[in-house]
């Protein structure tokens, strides 16, 4: 079993920063890629910024050059740092890893509520 935590979100004005950091922690053998998605009512869940074991990083367009993903394999932890927050930054993130354990499995964190006020 996998468990993934996540810790960071709140409440923060337009133009501020956030980090959010997420561990996984259980039956790991290896963390191939740690991720952060995001959700607000009514629409999808959308990719946030990945992160993979070799350290290669892929962003959506609308937070590059804002936020930056980072990861200690050592430690099994992802971080996202999300500078010049937007009011449509605001939504619930979730941490998202491909573990390989007895299988390969793709695991969800709890989500942290991210609100931005303008």
């Known amino acids: 079993q996998v468990q993934l935590v996540e810790s960071g979100g709140g409440l923060v004005q337009a133009g501020g920063s956030l980090r959010l950091s997420c561990a996984a922690s259980?039956?790991?053998?290896?963390?191939?890629?740690m991720g952060w998605y995001r959700q607000v009512p009514g629409k999808q869940r959308e990719l946030v910024a990945t992160?993979?074991?070799?350290?290669?990083?892929n962003y959506s367009d609308s937070v590059k050059g804002r936020f930056t993903i980072s990861g200690d394999n050592a430690q099994n932890t992802v971080y996202l740092q999300m500078n010049s927050l937007k009011p449509e930054d605001t939504a619930v993130y979730y941490c998202?890893?491909?573990?390989?354990?007895?299988?390969?499995?793709?695991?969800w964190g709890q989500g942290t509520q991210v609100t931005v006020s303008s």
């Open positions: 992160v993979s074991s070799g350290g290669i990083t």
């Open positions: 259980g039956s790991i053998f290896r963390v191939n890629a």
């Open positions: 998202h890893a491909i573990i390989s354990g007895l299988a390969v499995r793709a695991y």
